[in-house]
């Protein structure tokens, strides 16, 4: 499958609320982390906006026919 992408760049820079959100090429199943841990098929399925409001370091994963994505997109959301 291939790698989640987000909306919005690596190191962006938000003051309240960001909402985030997730796409693949495949439509393959993805799953997320925030708390630094790598993602897998026990981690939060993805279902819509992720909704953030403080520092965060946002992993993802696609899961498709028994297979990982090659690649963890690591993003880091910031709150000045």
């Known amino acids: 499958p291939t790698k989640p992408e987000a909306n919005i760049s690596d190191g962006y820079i938000f003051k309240d609320r960001l909402a985030v959100t997730l796409k693949n090429d495949n439509n393959a199943p993805m799953y997320y982390t925030m708390d630094g841990s790598t993602p897998n098929v026990d981690s939060t399925k993805y279902s819509g906006e992720i909704e953030l409001s403080k520092t965060t370091t946002l992993k993802t ?14 993003k880091r959301y910031k709150y000045p």
């Open 61 to 74: 994963v696609s899961f498709d026919n028994g297979k990982y994505s090659e690649i963890n997109i690591y």
